[in-house]
């Protein structure tokens, strides 16, 4: 990851501390990776080639603070971009690409969430409550936390998404991301806490995960579930 990259990242997240909306989200997807080595010692750095930079909102109408996203990091460089038909919003900008998800509710919905608080609207996905069910928050050298998901749930809810990405390239990083994290907390004795973990979340995931452990050939993972 280029210094420019990381350096957007954190004045990105200032800029959310400051305006107070960085406790309502968490961050997820790959730059949990590069945020986990603040706390989690026993997870070696995976290299992070990526400019997507998610944040989940759990409880949309829980949020007081009102503040317009694309006017606050406009002149950064971020251009407004509303992608298919629906209009889902993301931000572009030649070194990160922001977009919000909300958890899918119910039977779920192919249009977009609105987010009136923060002047955008959210992709609604499934599988999301993986990721809130247990958070954990990393403190910066600029003196604020940014909340992401507990490395173990970021690695199940990897495997689950795996088998559902349309293209290979992306299924296969999803499965190396869970392999890499998974792995170093086995090898530092966290196996018991996956199983619990595991052991929480409904029978239909739980059979996902175990088909894409034995799809997949990660052997040495599946042992601890048998």
Known sequence: MEKNQSELCFEVLRRFHKAGILENIILIGSWCTYFYQYCFKQIKPIPLKTRDI?????????????????????DLGFVTSFKGK????????????????????????????????????ATSLR?????????VAVRLDDNFCVTVPHPINFGLHKLIISQRRKMEDKSAKDLNMAHNILSDLIKNGEAEKIIEVYSAVPKKWQKKIINVLENSGEKEIL????
């Open 54 to 74: 998610d944040f989940l909102v759990e409880y949309p109408k829980k949020i007081r603070n009102k503040i317009d996203i694309p006017d606050l990091l406009k």
């Open 127 to 135: 599988f999301l409550n993986l990721l809130t069910d247990n958070t």
């Open 223 to 226: 042992k601890i579930f048998k």
């Open 86 to 121: 629906a209009g889902y919003i993301k931000l572009y900008h030649p070194d990160l690409i922001i977009e919000f998800l909300v958890p899918e509710r119910g039977r779920g919905t192919d249009k977009p969430s609105p987010l009136p608080q923060f002047g955008i609207n």
